[in-house]
Nanobody, 121 residues
Framework: QVQLVESGGGLVQPGGSLRLSCTAS????????VNWYRQAPGKERDLVAA????????NYADSVKGRFTISRDNAKKTVYLQMNDLKPEDTAVYYC??????????????WGQGTQVTVFS
């Protein structure tokens, strides 16, 4: 079955850095776009960063532009989210999502279990 496993979360002080990883299994990873979302307590799940299947295009939420970098290694079936200059408002559970739409229009979407990032003073 398809699995997405996130890792790399933890506790960090403001201004610090973390690198999240999302490793996939059970799917043809190289055809999937991958997104990182985050959800803070009492808030909706928001898109943070996205990368196309080849890694040729990326997009970021305004709140993280210039601080976060998404990248992927298709040979390792892994997507990374490098987070620098972390702020308390970045505290959330971070989720990895792999998405693909087939030529007949069917959509496939898979989620990881999430990894907690806590930025504290």
């Amino acid at each position: 079955q398809v699995q997405l496993v996130e890792s790399g979360g933890g506790l960090v002080q403001p201004g610090g850095s973390l690198r999240l990883s999302c490793t996939a299994s059970g799917l043809t990873f190289s055809i999937y776009a991958v997104n990182w979302y985050r959800q803070a307590p009492g808030k909706e799940r928001d898109l943070v960063a996205a990368i196309t299947n080849t890694g040729g295009d990326t997009n970021y939420a305004d709140s993280v532009k210039g601080r976060f970098t998404i990248s992927r290694d298709n040979a390792k079936k892994t997507v990374y989210l490098q987070m620098n200059d972390l702020k308390p408002e970045d505290t959330a559970v971070y989720y990895c999502n792999a998405a693909w739409r087939s030529t007949n229009g069917r959509r496939y979407s898979y989620w990881g279990q999430g990894t907690q990032v806590t930025v504290f003073s």
